[in-house]
């Protein structure tokens, strides 16, 4: 039986590691969800939404805050895996580009990843450095999702400009899950949806 997602997300949430390179991450005893995507779209808000815990996941309004690939188990089922962003940060170059690296190196080469969250903010759409690893993804035949960020900060009608937008950008990507979710960790819509569409993947 599938959990409802509600029920899923209200247990237990531990932080289990940070690792900075691949031979320091943890054993791949658990189904993967890896939340992707460029500096400060909101991968460590979202992972806080999602389990209704803040400051679990640091976020920060100063792009590249989270610069290890931090690892969160829920309920002894799910390791939820917030990675650095990818693009822009307020960090050292060769910092960005050791992150960059390391997020490739995961994202192409994690047998237990069972899906990859592919955080797109509503405002900007998806840019160059998206496709970039939309074709990783493909490559390596990791199954991702998109899901829009900050909903919150456009109108309705906007939003679904961007979701039709992203929508026709992959039809093209062959491992993109069709479906996709508009989020706000603020007014927490979509949250209830993405937890479902998580719960799914706990059965093996
Ligand atoms: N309005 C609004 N702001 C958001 C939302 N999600 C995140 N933010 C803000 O966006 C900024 C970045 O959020 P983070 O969660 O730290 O983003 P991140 O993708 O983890 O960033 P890095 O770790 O630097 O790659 C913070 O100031 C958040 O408060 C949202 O749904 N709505
Ligand atoms: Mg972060």
Redesign the pocket.
Known sequence: MTLTGNYLFAQPCDFIMGAVAMDALPAPDYPEIAFA??????????IN?LTARRGL??????????QQINFFLLAEKLMLV?L??YGY?KAARTEVKRWTHLVKDYLAGRPNLRRVLL?IDSRHGLKEVDTGIMELLDEAAVSYQIVL?????IKPKELEAVVESVRAAFKKHPAAHPEIIA????DRNGIEMLRNELAKLTVR
């Open positions: 995507g460029r500096s400060n779209v909101g991968k460590s808000s979202l939404a996941a640091k976020a920060s309004s100063e792009p590249g805050r989270t917030d650095p962003g940060a955080l960020t900050k909903a919150d900060k989020t706000s960790a603020h």
